[in-house]
């Protein structure tokens, strides 16, 4: 009785090598015909990259394993169409021998019935191995070369920047559209003002900035979109970064950046509009805005959002939606539905009588620059270290993350050595009541009422015809004695800023 085979072709998406399945499988076809085997069936993956996945995540390469007819063979082409890592191919040769057969890779020579054969087919997984990474970071490198050198890659130009042919060379750079990039600039110093988004895009509307291209097409003037104010802010293009997810397999679109060898964003301070520390603070500044539930609320809601966010409930302690009750501003708590409206002029009210007469003290974070102002950037990106070291596949790549890591906490080491202070410190901005007076829209009035109030806490209580003003209790931000006279120390001041 003649022995049997099955065939396994393979042809990758990045067409990496030009040998087609047809071919493949022709050649096998003769190489079984030359030993007399019978070829029993054919398996085939097409279009499947073995760097990105592992045989048993292919279809072609399961059906194979799970193929019950009785055969001794599995005929390839090479071996590298099995699997690029030698993990991988360990993996299923084992899967092989568990089911009684051998592979037989023509390109190779190789008979993995004899244990030469498996001796050298480790050798030789290993150079496919080589080859597989050498492949990939050949693309990485031409794309990063691209990036850094401050020229485009291809894909979309991000509102407020253009596309200009490259001074320096070949290619196209990116450059701030200077008829759009005000209105980035004007949209992202009122989220870091404290601003919600909602007023960002009314803003937006308000002063008629023009809309990307995209939303001009797909809807006709309806204004700007609050998603597309979101995305556009929270490109990290605002800071002069480029998004860049090298051997980012996975169809979502990751949000990294391009870095250099210590892992550092690379910046280009032309196409920034802020600093990358700015840039993360006003990105958190986004993650910390109101959930997705409380944004219809306030999108329907005609009243002014000069409590917007302040409001919490005392009982689940959680953010109270605002929304309006018969026509009036009112707050419901999203867990247990507990409201209260009604509120802002009493609320006015107690904080012009609390803190009218007493200085608006302002903070004002200054910074003594010099080494320091990477540290927030070195500090992320440890912190991003930490995450992939614990999700390292194996421990090489541990080990080269760990390197990373070591020659990161040097460069801190020695950027904290020349680290400037930064200094918490309070400006005397006058008194509060006259600041209210001069405040002039909600935006303004909300910036004064926030350097007073920490939050206004509702506890359940009659819901009925006016306001149950026992159910509101007051965190101001600074203790009541904090007035004009005297000059409070550092200390004193540092101490109020942490409590
Ligand atoms: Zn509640």
Same mark, same amino acid.
């Given at each position: 009785m003649p022995h049997r085979a099955v065939i396994y072709a393979r042809i990758s998406v990045t067409k990496e090598e030009s040998v087609s399945v047809d071919r493949q499988v022709e050649s096998a076809r003769q190489y079984a015909a030359s030993r007399g085997w019978e070829v029993v069936e054919v398996f085939t993956?097409?279009?499947?990259?073995?760097?990105?996945?592992?045989?048993?995540?292919?279809?072609?390469?399961?059906?194979?394993?799970?193929?019950? $007819?009785?055969?001794?063979?599995?005929?390839?082409? #090479? !071996?590298?169409?099995?699997?690029?890592?030698?993990?991988? &191919?360990?993996?299923?040769?084992?899967?092989?021998?568990?089911?009684?057969? %051998?592979?037989?890779?023509?390109?190779?020579?190789?008979?993995?019935?004899?244990?030469?054969g498996q001796i050298v087919a480790g050798v030789l997984a290993g150079f496919a191995q080589l080859e597989a990474?050498? !492949?990939?970071?050949?693309?990485?490198?031409?794309?990063?070369?691209?990036?850094?050198?401050?020229?485009?890659?291809?894909?979309?130009v991000p509102y407020g920047w253009r596309a200009l042919p490259n001074p320096d060379g070949a290619?196209?750079?990116?450059?701030?559209?200077?008829? $759009?990039?005000?209105?980035?600039?004007?949209?992202?110093?009122?989220?870091?003002?404290?601003?919600?988004?909602?007023?960002?895009?009314q803003w937006l509307d308000e002063v008629g900035a023009p809309l990307p291209r995209a939303s001009q097409s797909r809807r006709k003037s309806t204004g700007w979109a609050y998603t597309t104010v979101e995305r556009l802010l929270r490109n990290p293009v605002l800071a002069g970064m480029v998004p860049y997810n090298p051997g980012n397999s996975s169809k979502e679109r990751g949000s990294d950046v391009l870095r250099d060898e210590n892992g550092l964003p690379v910046v280009d301070p032309a196409v920034a509009v802020m600093t990358p520390t700015e840039w993360r603070a006003m990105v958190a500044a986004?993650?910390?805005?109101?959930?997705?539930? %409380? #944004?219809? +609320?306030?999108?329907?809601? #005609?009243?002014? %959002?000069?409590?917007?966010?302040?409001?919490?409930?005392?009982?689940?302690?959680? $953010?109270?939606?605002?929304?309006?009750? *018969?026509?009036?501003?009112?707050?419901?708590?999203? $867990?247990? +539905? *507990?409201?209260?409206?009604?509120?802002?002029?009493?609320?006015?009210?107690? &904080?012009?009588?609390?803190k009218g007469e007493h200085v608006r003290w302002t903070p004002v974070r200054e910074v003594y620059e010099s080494g320091a102002a990477v540290l927030p950037e070195i500090e992320a990106r440890l912190d991003e270290l930490d995450a992939a070291i614990r999700d390292a596949p194996d421990r090489a790549a541990r080990r080269r993350l760990q390197q990373k890591q070591d020659a990161l906490l040097d460069l801190r080491d020695q950027k904290r050595a020349e680290a400037p202070r930064t200094e918490l410190r309070y400006e005397d901005a006058g008194f509060f009541a006259e600041a209210w007076a001069?405040?002039?829209?909600?935006?303004?009035?909300? %910036?004064?009422?926030?350097?007073?109030?920490?939050? !206004?806490?509702?506890?359940?209580?009659?819901?009925?015809?006016?306001?149950?003003?026992?159910?509101l209790t007051f965190s101001w931000r600074h203790p009541d004695q904090v007035g004009p006279l005297p000059e409070p120390s550092q200390e004193e001041l540092a101490r109020w800023a942490e409590g």
């Open positions: 993956d097409d279009g499947v990259s073995a760097t990105h996945n592992s045989p048993q995540a292919r279809s072609g390469w399961t059906a194979l394993l799970s193929y019950d $007819r009785p055969h001794e063979y599995v005929i390839v082409w #090479k !071996i590298d169409r099995v699997a690029r890592r030698i993990r991988d &191919f360990w993996d299923a040769v084992t899967d092989l021998q568990d089911r009684g057969r %051998a592979l037989v890779s023509i390109g190779d020579n190789l008979d993995m019935s004899s244990t030469v990474e050498a !492949i990939s970071d050949r693309v990485t490198a031409a794309r990063r070369h691209l990036l850094q050198n401050g020229r485009l890659p291809g894909g979309t290619g196209y750079v990116l450059a701030q559209d200077p008829e $759009r990039v005000e209105y980035v600039r004007g949209a992202a110093d009122r989220v870091r003002g404290g601003a919600t988004l909602y007023s960002v895009v986004l993650d910390n805005n109101d959930s997705p539930r %409380a #944004k219809p +609320h306030a999108l329907r809601s #005609k009243t002014s %959002a000069l409590l917007s966010g302040l409001v919490w409930c005392g009982v689940c302690d959680a $953010r109270m939606h605002r929304g309006t009750t *018969q026509g009036r501003e009112s707050y419901s708590c999203p $867990r247990c +539905h *507990q409201t209260i409206s009604r509120i802002q002029d009493y609320v006015v009210e107690q &904080f012009l009588w609390a001069e405040a002039e829209g909600v935006e303004a009035q909300r %910036a004064v009422l926030d350097d007073a109030l920490e939050r !206004i806490t509702v506890r359940r209580g009659r819901t009925g015809r006016g306001l149950d003003t026992s159910r």
